[in-house]
């Protein structure tokens, strides 16, 4: 569902980021859970920080909802 361009001018945390952001609001339910931030960094080929500043930055926007152990999973939204 996910992919980046490391050759695009967008940085790659926030490639991942726009790209959740739709999933989370369209594409999947509230509370579905989304892959570890370590297996998405191994999936795309990228370090796991760039990944977890994804992570963070979706959270902050209310997009994911992040618990420690629990991992990550949709927030509660419209649709």
């Known amino acids: 569902l996910i992919a980046v361009d490391a050759a695009a001018a967008e940085p790659l ?3 991942i980021r726009n790209q959740m952001a739709g999933i989370a609001t369209g ?3 509230s509370g579905q859970s989304l892959p570890s931030v370590r297996s998405l960094a191994s999936d795309l080929g990228i370090n796991l920080h760039t990944v977890n500043k994804a992570y963070a930055l ?3 926007e209310g997009y994911i909802v992040m ?3 629990a991992g990550a999973t949709v927030a509660e939204h419209d649709g």
């Open 13 to 15: 945390y926030l490639q």
């Open 27 to 29: 594409q999947l339910e």
């Open 58 to 60: 979706l959270r902050d």
């Open 67 to 69: 618990r420690r152990g």
